[in-house]
């Protein structure tokens, strides 16, 4: 199996930057992808982001240009640098790991909130 640990969530002001990161442990050799997901109080849990094995990254429409997704092998730790942050943005924010033969594995989440 795999577990997944976020953190870097808080308060950041409209415009600004905030990176989450999740580091990984277990079977991460049988991970094919990994991405963020997100969910604001009273809606469904939505993609935000994902990256492949291969380094191939997709992104929502509404973050493309403004959050970017990456890893780092050494550290088995997955990045989400946000920038030009809105209102909008607000939610908690999951990171989840396909694994091979193990199914999904998710992180706790951590609390994002953009507000002046």
């Known amino acids: 199996q795999v577990q997944l640990v976020e953190s870097g969530g808080g308060l950041v002001q409209p415009g600004g930057s905030l990176r989450l990161s999740c580091v990984a442990s277990?079977?991460?050799?049988?991970?094919?992808?990994m991405g963020w997901y997100r969910q604001a109080p009273g809606k469904e849990r939505e993609l935000v982001a994902t990256i492949s094995r291969a380094g191939i990254t997709n992104y929502k429409d509404s973050v493309k240009g403004r959050f970017t997704i990456s890893r780092d092998d050494a550290k088995n730790t997955l990045y989400l640098q946000m920038a030009s942050l809105k209102p909008e943005d607000t939610a908690v924010y999951y990171c989840?790991?396909?694994?091979?033969?193990?199914?999904?594995?998710w992180g706790q989440g951590t609390q994002v909130t953009v507000s002046s």
């Open positions: 989840n790991a396909d694994v091979l033969f193990d199914g999904q594995s």
């Open positions: 277990g079977n991460i050799f049988r991970i094919n992808a």
